[in-house]
């Protein structure tokens, strides 16, 4: 097996951690919105099952940046490949081919 190049996947994960936080702080404004206006008075079982709805999205949404964190940027890598056995005992998977060319990634 021989590594010809590697590919860092940013854009991905730039763009799940932008979604994520647009979709944390989409849920969770509402909480903050109703929290404030609840001083003022008593809240409806509606607004309580709306704000619980709420914040099990906003964990959701919170735990799901925290495993992108965790995993980070993924990375791909072209090479070509004369002994399988080698790929896998070497942690990588194959997610691809080209022709003689493969794509590998490292297995979780």
Known sequence: MEILSETKLMNEFVIE???LSVFFL???LPIVILLI???KKRFSFGVVLFMS????AVA???TGI???FKSGVEIEYKATVTDFNEVY???YEIINQ???IYTLKKQQ
């Open 17 to 19: 951690i932008v979604i």
């Open 26 to 28: 989409m849920f969770l």
């Open 37 to 39: 206006e609840g001083v």
């Open 53 to 56: 709805l709420c914040l099990v």
């Open 60 to 62: 959701l949404a919170a």
């Open 66 to 68: 925290i495993h992108s």
């Open 89 to 91: 005992n070497n942690g």
């Open 98 to 100: 080209e022709g003689k």
